[in-house]
């Protein structure tokens, strides 16, 4: 079955950048939608990010509009969430989604297959 990998995350100081990376095996990502959450401590874990199966159209949280940028390599099958001018509150660990959706052309409100996390630290 699919499995996803997060990686690229570590600890930057406010206003920073880092690039996640989410790595599939098991099947190709080009016919699912993934979505990216984050959870951070002492709270519920929030959607981030999300981008579709079909055109790469990409959605975003209003906390995160203006810094953060979701991509798909398809020949890397690979996913990456660029995250710029980071912020204290962006603290937490981030997760990798993904869901073969019904409708290709949007995204999903749950998904099936989940990556390990990697965590996020904005500290200064």
């Known amino acids: 079955q699919l499995q996803l990998v997060e990686s690229g995350g570590g600890l930057v100081q406010p206003g920073g950048s880092l690039r996640l990376s989410c790595a599939a095996s098991g099947s190709t990502l080009d016919y699912y939608a993934i979505g990216w959450f984050r959870q951070a401590p002492g709270k519920e874990r929030e959607g981030v990010s999300c981008?579709?199966?079909?055109?790469?159209?990409?959605y975003y949280a209003d906390s995160v509009k203006g810094r953060f940028t979701m991509s798909r390599d398809n020949a890397k099958n690979t996913v990456y969430l660029q995250m710029n001018g980071l912020k204290p509150e962006d603290t937490g660990v981030y997760y990798c989604?993904?869901?073969?959706?019904?409708?290709?052309?949007?995204?999903?409100?749950?998904?099936?297959?989940w990556g390990q996390g990697t965590q996020v630290t904005v500290s200064s």
């Open positions: 989604a993904a869901q073969r959706p019904l409708y290709s052309s949007s995204c999903p409100s749950t998904y099936e297959y």
């Open positions: 981008i579709t199966a079909s055109d790469d159209n990409t």
